[in-house]
């Protein structure tokens, strides 16, 4: 799977299936997080993989090796660090790439740190060279080099570090250099969620904000969620809106997909931008190939918000292919919007592998 280039850009504003967190999601996502892996809602292997670390380091009285967590926004890795922290009893530092500019910010940090602290260190990749070299000597010898003045006559002194774990986190695990890469004891690859786990993500967050909701409505509501718990959570409070304004406050299979129409988010989670996409590329082109430029041209957006915020979730889905004669709808496309392929669809304009003919 390739959610390299899942990136929201601003073009999109705040969309209800953005994945990046928008404001309300941050003020929310602090009361939804689960506080221990136990809570930890899928993710299974990285779950075992992580309870395997945690628990040997804590045997041994020892800080744990540093994690590397990669995948998509809003599947958890901001979540997990904190579970990391708190499964070691240890305190927790935030910070991200692109708050660390010089290797002087980094070295103010590092020497702050207290023994067995966790320092989460969020969009690992946005970070400076400098401070990404600094970062490698403390990772790797609990030990920086601070350059006190400048020049000729620059010296470098030595600090010694307590030991500390570092959790790194990346959207894009593909921009890290290998020696960074390689100074984490565990990487852990977060995937997209299935189905039945966004529907227990959907469960327990209505216990929490006291919403009641059945089977089906939470079903409802997880089909439309793109994979993606954060997006879950966010459906789940415009759906719960829904059902206070317009019913006794329950939600249901009905009241979930009235709600979700009324956004415009429907039933594999495509919002109006995706559909408009796959609407252009269906009915003015015929499904394709078309380049680029002209398909973003025809629905009126910037090209790179087509090629950035509107296709990966429609190549993940399988609705559109990228070929080197241009977008290409596949036939899962025409099912979804509920239209016919034209005749001549299969017959010799580049499409005859995806139609099978
Ligand atoms: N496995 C999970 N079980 C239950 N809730 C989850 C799970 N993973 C994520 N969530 C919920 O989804 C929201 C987003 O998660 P989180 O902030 O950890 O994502 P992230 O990977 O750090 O995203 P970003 O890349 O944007 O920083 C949180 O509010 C959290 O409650
Ligand atoms: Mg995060």
């Known amino acids: 799977m390739n959610w390299d280039d899942t990136t929201d850009t601003d073009a999109a504003g705040d969309r209800l299936v953005g994945a990046s967190a928008d404001g309300e999601d941050q003020a929310v996502e602090a009361a939804l997080r689960p ?11 990285v779950r075992e993989q992580l309870d395997l670390v945690l628990r040997a380091a804590r045997a041994r009285g020892a800080t744990a090796d540093h994690v590397l967590l990669s995948g998509a926004p809003g599947l ?14 240890a305190p927790i530092r935030i910070t991200s790439g692109p708050a660390i500019q010089h ?23 946005r970070m400076s060279r400098p401070a990404e070299e600094m970062l490698y000597m403390a990772m790797e010898d609990f030990r ?3 350059i006190v003045g400048k020049g000729p006559g620059a010296t470098a002194i030595p600090l010694e570090l307590p030991p500390f774990t570092l959790v790194g986190a990346t959207t894009r695990a593909g921009l890290l250099p290998p020696p960074l890469r390689d100074r984490f004891g565990f990487t852990a690859h977060m995937e997209f969620y299935g189905p039945a786990e966004l529907e227990r993500v959907i469960h327990r967050s209505a216990g929490l904000l006291d919403v009641e909701i059945d089977t089906v409505g939470a079903a409802e509501i997880a089909g ?3 994979g993606t718990p954060r997006i879950a959570n966010r459906l789940l409070r415009r759906v719960r809106d829904y059902a206070q304004v317009k019913a006794d406050g329950r939600i249901t299979q009905e009241i979930a997909s009235a709600a979700l129409a009324v956004y415009e ?3 594999r989670g495509l919002d109006r931008l995706d559909r408009g996409v796959l609407e252009a590329l269906l009915k003015l082109f015929g499904g394709g190939p078309v380049g680029l430029s002209t398909l973003a041209v025809a629905v009126g957006e910037e090209r790179e918000t087509v090629e950035e915020v509107a296709e990966p979730f429609l190549v ?36 005859r592998d ?4």
């Open 35 to 45: 506080k221990d892996l136990g809570e930890f809602i899928g993710q299974e292997k």
């Open 224 to 226: 439309r969620s793109r």
């Open 144 to 146: 920086v080099d601070v």
């Open 316 to 351: 993940r889905e399988g609705l559109l292919a990228r070929t080197p004669r241009g977008r290409v709808a596949t036939p899962a496309a025409w099912v979804h919007l509920g239209l016919t392929p034209p005749r001549s669809q299969s017959s010799g304009n580049g499409q």
């Open 103 to 125: 290797a002087g910010d980094l070295a103010a940090i590092l020497s702050s740190l207290q023994e067995g602290e966790v320092l989460f260190l969020d969009e690992i990749h």
């Open 76 to 89: 958890g890795k901001t979540t997990l660090s904190m579970i990391i922290a708190a499964e070691m009893e």
């Open 265 to 267: 988010v429907d039933e």
């Open 354 to 357: 995806l139609f099978g003919t």
